[in-house]
């Protein structure tokens, strides 16, 4: 079995973080979203994996390189334009050949693994075999709703009016049968592809496709609170381990993970939190659910619930919570009343703000 995993899209509604940054690669818990959908793939038992890139195509391929280090072999496969999910399978063809596969949306984040979906599909003779958990406000996905003996008989990409709380997540299990679907499919009326129409039309041709629910956690990475939501889950599982470098008036207390080259001096840091390589930790407040990538420098500074990307400065700003702060940032004290800040920050940016 391969696996095929989607790692273009534009992330429009991460921007401007995404401007310059492939959404896959935002950390969480200082590792990027797509590492977590390779290892998942990985311990499911299946090696061969090819990657939809687009214009962050050198991005991806710099992280994740041929693969070995997650035991893996990597094809890139690139798409000029996102066309659809199904387009995704329609350039794939090759390297896919007339093997089954797992199609996996390399920005969504689960926890618990998808070696249930794979064993589920391997003993089965399905066609398609679809992931599904329930959500509260199904009008934000694609919706599926099942027959009396579990089978999806009806698809629909974010209804007005769901037919059930079912969301589609983004990692399916196709047969070859998937490619004569993918070709008998024409646009929507986005002009894309749609890997439901795909779906839909192995229904209406008598495939048989099933539904998987989902065992543990699942996130569509999204959108800012997504990712905080995802970062706060990988925390809460974390061991204390500290590598860096404490000095005896700071106080650590809780799951704290302090990387090695790392340097916290006067500060205090409330767990579950993360402080990157290389990144000074001094004067200041890290409360819980806070990830600092590597090389950053926060002094005279309060942070908590938030992701903070390398290489960025926060420098006498109190009050910083629920925010994702980008690459190369500097965030600094500004004269003026003290108040709260939010912040989503793209990359390269300097921010004044009232401390």
Known sequence: MKALVLAGGKGTRLRPLTHTSAKQLVPVA????LYYGLEAIRDAGISNVGIIVGDTAHEVREAVGDGSKFGLDVTYIPQEAPLGLAHCVLIAREFLADEPF???????????????LVEAFCEADNDAQILL????????????????????????????HPRSDLAIVGVY???P???????????????????????????DNGGRVRSHFVSGYWRDTGRLQDMLECNRIVLEAIEPDIRGTV??????????????GAVVENS???????????????GSYIGPYTSIAEGCVLEDAEVQYSI???????????????????????????????????LMVGDHSRIQVRA
Do not use: C
Request: hydrophobic content about 40%; cysteine-free.
């Open 133 to 160: 958990t329930r959500v509260a406000e199904p009008q934000f996905y694609g919706v599926a709703e099942l027959g009396p003996d579990g089978g999806i008989i009806g698809l629909e990409e974010k209804p007005e």
């Open 30 to 33: 200082n590792k990027p979203v």
């Open 177 to 203: 049968a998937i490619h004569e679907a993918v070709n008998a499919i024409t646009p929507s009326a986005r002009g894309e592809l749609e890997i439901t129409d795909a779906i839909k039309w192995l229904i």
């Open 308 to 342: 903070i990307l390398g290489e960025s400065v926060i420098r006498g700003v109190s009050g910083l919570t629920y925010s994702l702060i980008g690459r190369n940032v500097e965030v600094i004290q500004a004269r003026g009343v003290p108040n709260t800040h939010q």
């Open 102 to 116: 797992v199609m996996y949306l390399g920005d969504n984040f689960l926890v618990g693994g998808i070696r249930g």
């Open 268 to 282: 205090v840091i409330r767990g579950p939190a993360v402080v990157g390589t290389q990144s000074k930790v001094n």
């Open 247 to 260: 000095d005896g008036f700071s106080e650590i207390t809780g799951r704290v993970v302090i990387e090695s």
């Open 173 to 175: 299990t196709f047969s």
